[in-house]
């Protein structure tokens, strides 16, 4: 909601108070005010001129010669290229040194050949957004309609000496969503009294019930309507204030009766529409559910297929405005209307929310209408409307008002007492302080030993239970004036719980290691879904009810599908080398019963894609591959202290290339997979080779891990010795060296494999495997024959288990 401060002064006397104090004020009282913006934008130097002469620049088709008066000695000279500029306009003129908005400082130039001693300017130059600019003052420079006085300062008659608050406002403060809201609201705040608008309506002898009947089939969608006829109006721009008002509001002014009911929409909080009468095609106004599929072209001029739950206003046959949404621009007013009909109607909140979402048509009425308006205000809201046409559009309002109204309002009663207020607040209230807070809020209210019994304001539609009570006693009392209290009972210290403390770990050191992290959508195609899904498990993708999109349909099984949109996005941008890793939920589903909620795991996924490292002064580059992506799962294990309880095992899994991918085991169970990109699967996302992991993150955290346990630094040698085992083709190397470690007892610490050999020197189904292996004892220096013992048993263990054989 934006607040024009000066326009807030017709309500409430806040001429001691500045826009900057008050919107603190509004702040702490429980409604934040994001910003105060400041109209004049920093404008200096700027005055009211007279252009006395106007003449075309003999060098340029598009540019005038004007002699314009400044309320100075001597005209000045001024080259201006509007198409609407004119002798005898009263303008607004930026002199040499001015500036305008954006720190845009005026000098004298020199425009072919002739001198311009400053410029005329338009509203835009002024720092009024375009798309508030009335349509006449579109293109070119701005002309005071009326007579003002050379010389002086436009800025006041343009009311940009204004500050405009902008409030953000909570679903349920939608009293707030007018300029009498506020009033409501700063009056409270202040202690002020609220100065109502009081419409006079001068009504000419004839009836409106002669020209106009109201009948309302959708009682439940619409249970009051109101109609009031002004005939006579002369369609034109509206006065200057009203039109600054409704662009501080941010409303572009159109024409006098259609910016008088946007004018009331903002002062009341009350939407109105306005039908051009003779356009009507009848004397009644049938309210009424729409026919399913029916037609009909709305001020937009784009034609809608109504549905069968949507209120629409009709002559008696045909809809003249979809209820409040938007008028038919069968019967919108336009430059030649002479009589209008007005209407002020409440419509149900959630029917006009249906059908403004279903035709994609938000506003400032249908949100109004959807947060609730206050009913007790429609009439009069009409009547206002009634009588500014009669002022400002010339019209003659006839006598009456028509009206059907099946309003049931009852006045909703809430009560609380001094007790259960201070209980609630820890304060100290007394119950005098209480019932000032209800007087300044204007609630009626009665009280007897401290217990109040307050009638809700047909204004306040949040005022429903005694804990709202409470809170209007509090935000008015001063939150800052409410004590603080330590709480009293035993406590315990938080603190991030071992999981918690782990996943960080996990972050820290994959971040180390070059991986961003991504965080993607939980919902995929029903296609999608099942790529790369837990084989282990059989849960079925779970297909939303109402999705927004087919491609945002179904709930994910895995994280690495969208880290490979994730890639190619990434790709398709010139970013070839992309390394990223997600934290994120699949969500697992057995046998799906009725109304059972899937289980959310927590898994950890990566994908990884083009250079790995590039020296590019060494000339060395390192395309990821594999063991990169492996090697970081390592290093992750490492961290986490499982290393020597994980296996990587070759296996296939769908989606990824059938000879590079490892399903990896925690010990013994499966815990996910690493390994590369099936080439089809890469072409169709277009991604160079890439590589991808997925574990099952809960698992792998909530495995116990023993203390860790530090070794003294060794002060005696250890001894290595490197052996090249021949074993068939289908050994998995893997396992030759499980057999190692397991063979090599205490003394054997380290095996690592630095070589594998296949080829011309071995028979054919061979293939060698060669390991380091280190002998380490930590308390004496080991002698060749202990070495060679522990040594012996480690090759007669893979003789007896894998059949192998030295290499000679």
């Given at each position: ?16 108070v500045?826009?900057?104090e ?7 009282a429980?409604?934040?005010?994001e ?13 009211v001129?007279?252009v006395?002469?106007?003449v075309?620049?003999?060098?340029a ?32 003129v ?24 400053g410029m ?5 130059e ?43 406002l ?6 707030a969503?007018s ?14 009294e ?9 009504e ?7 020209y ?11 249970p ?12 034109g ?31 009341y909080g ?12 009848s ?26 739950d949507?209120l629409?206003?009709?002559n008696?046959?045909?809809p ?26 409440v ?10 979402k279903?035709?994609?048509?938000r ?10 308006i206050?009913?007790e205000?429609?009439?009069?809201a009409?009547d ?9 559009a ?13 309003l ?7 009560s ?11 304060t100290?209230i ?19 030993n ?6 809700a304001?047909?204004?306040?539609r949040?005022?429903v239970?005694?804990e709202d ?14 004590p ?14 071992q ?5 960080r ?15 993607t ?5 029903s ?19 109402m ?8 709930l994910?099984?895995?994280?690495v ?28 589903i ?14 950890l ?5 083009g ?27 490492d ?7 994980i ?6 899994k ?24 099936h080439?089809?699967?890469q072409?169709a ?5 890439t ?15 023993k ?16 052996i090249?085992?021949?074993v ?5 190397a893997?396992?030759?060296e ?6 090599g007892?205490?003394?054997l ?5 630095f070589?594998?050999y ?39 263990a ?10 000679g």
């Amino acid at each position: 909601m934006l607040v024009s401060y000066n326009w807030l002064k017709d309500y409430v006397d806040i001429n001691d108070v500045s826009a900057e104090e008050l919107a603190e004020k509004i702040t702490k009282a429980g409604i934040e005010v994001e910003q105060v913006e400041v109209l004049n934008k920093g404008i200096e130097g700027v005055v009211v001129g007279h252009v006395l002469e106007c003449v075309k620049h003999p060098e340029a088709d598009k540019l005038n010669i004007c002699q314009v008066d400044l309320g100075e000695e001597e005209p000045k000279q001024i080259i201006c290229g509007a198409p609407n500029v004119a002798a005898g306009q009263k303008v607004i003129v930026a002199k040499i040194g001015a500036v305008l908005p954006g720190n845009f400082k005026i000098k004298k130039a020199k425009l072919r050949g002739e001198a311009s001693n400053g410029m005329i300017c338009s509203l835009q130059e002024l720092g009024i957004e375009t798309k508030f600019v009335p349509k006449e003052y579109a293109t070119g420079i701005f002309v005071f309609p009326f007579e003002v006085e050379v010389g002086t300062d436009p800025l006041e008659y343009l009311n940009l000496n204004d500050k405009v608050l902008e409030l953000s406002l909570t679903p349920n403060r939608s009293d707030a969503l007018s300029m009498l809201g506020v009033a409501y609201e700063v009056a409270a705040i202040l202690a002020r009294e609220v100065k109502l608008p009081k419409p006079v309506m001068n009504e000419v002898k004839e009836k409106a019930a002669d020209y106009i009947k109201i009948t309302i089939d959708a009682k439940e969608d619409c249970p009051y309507y109101a109609a009031r006829v002004v005939k006579g109006v002369k369609i034109g721009p509206s006065p200057l204030w009203m039109q600054m008002r409704l662009m501080a509001a941010g409303i572009r002014p159109i024409n006098n009766v259609v910016d008088i009911t946007n004018y009331i929409l903002i002062e009341y909080g009350q939407p109105l529409h306005a039908f051009d009468y003779d356009r009507l095609g009848s004397k009644e106004i049938l309210v009424r559910r729409a026919k399913q599929d029916e037609k009909f072209v709305t001020l937009d001029d784009q034609e809608r297929t109504l549905k069968a739950d949507q209120l629409v206003i009709t002559n008696g046959t045909e809809p003249i405005a979809l209820a409040g949404v938007m008028g038919g621009a069968n019967s919108e007013v336009h430059d030649g209307t002479v009589n209008v009909l007005i209407e002020a109607a409440v419509f149900n909140g959630l029917t006009v929310r249906k059908a403004s979402k279903d035709h994609g048509l938000r506003s400032e009425a249908s949100a109004r209408f959807e947060k609730g308006i206050n009913p007790e205000r429609t009439k009069e809201a009409g009547d206002r409307a009634a009588a500014l046409m009669a002022e400002l559009a010339g019209g003659e309002v006839l006598e009456g008002v028509v009206a059907a109204d099946y309003l049931q309002s009852t006045a909703v009663k809430v009560s609380v007492s001094t007790e259960r207020i201070n209980q609630v607040l820890g304060t100290s209230i007394t119950a005098e302080e209480v019932a000032n807070i209800f007087t300044r809020l204007q609630f009626e209210f009665t009280e007897e030993n401290g217990n109040f019994t307050v009638t809700a304001p047909s204004r306040r539609r949040d005022i429903v239970i005694p804990e709202d009570l409470i809170e209007e006693v509090a935000r008015l009392y001063g939150y800052d004036f409410i004590p603080t209290t330590l709480p009293v009972g035993d406590s315990t210290p938080g603190k991030l719980s071992q999981y918690q403390q782990k996943r960080r770990k996990v972050r820290k050191f994959l971040e180390g290691a070059g991986l961003s992290e991504a965080v993607t959508y939980s919902l995929t195609s029903s296609e999608r879904a099942l790529l790369y899904k837990d084989d282990t498990t059989k849960a079925t993708p779970i297909r939303l009810s109402m999705p927004m999109s087919e491609e945002r349909s179904t709930l994910r099984l895995s994280l690495v599908p969208h880290l490979l949109e994730a890639v190619a996005h990434n790709n398709a941008r010139q970013l070839d080398d992309v390394a990223l890793y997600e934290i994120g939920k699949v969500y697992l589903i057995e046998d799906k019963i009725d109304n059972e909620q899937p289980n959310e795991r927590e898994n950890l996924a990566g994908a990884i894609t083009g250079l790995w490292h590039s020296h590019s002064w060494q000339g060395e580059k390192k395309a990821v591959d594999f063991f990169v992506a492996k090697g970081i799962l390592e290093g992750l294990f490492d961290v986490l202290g499982l290393n020597e309880r994980i296996t990587f095992e070759q296996g296939g899994k769908d989606g990824l290339h059938p000879g590079r991918t490892a399903i990896i085991k925690l010990d013994g169970d499966y815990i996910g997979f690493v390994g590369q990109v099936h080439p089809d699967e890469q072409k169709a996302l277009d991604l160079d080779p890439t590589y991808v992991y997925e574990l099952n993150l809960e698992k792998l955290l909530r495995a116990e891990v023993k203390a860790i346990k530090y070794e003294a630094i060794p002060r005696y040698p250890s001894i290595t010795r490197d052996i090249a085992l021949v074993v068939d083709d289908n050994v998995i190397a893997g396992n030759v060296e499980a057999v190692i470690k397991d063979a090599g007892g205490t003394l054997l610490k380290e095996v690592s494999i630095f070589d594998l050999y296949q080829g011309e020197h071995l028979e054919k189904g061979k293939k060698s495997l060669a390991f380091s292996l280190r002998y380490f004892d930590p308390e004496k220096t080991l002698t060749d024959e202990e070495v060679s013992k522990a040594h012996e048993k480690v090759l007669q263990a893979v003789a007896e288990k894998l059949g192998a054989v030295l290499r000679g």
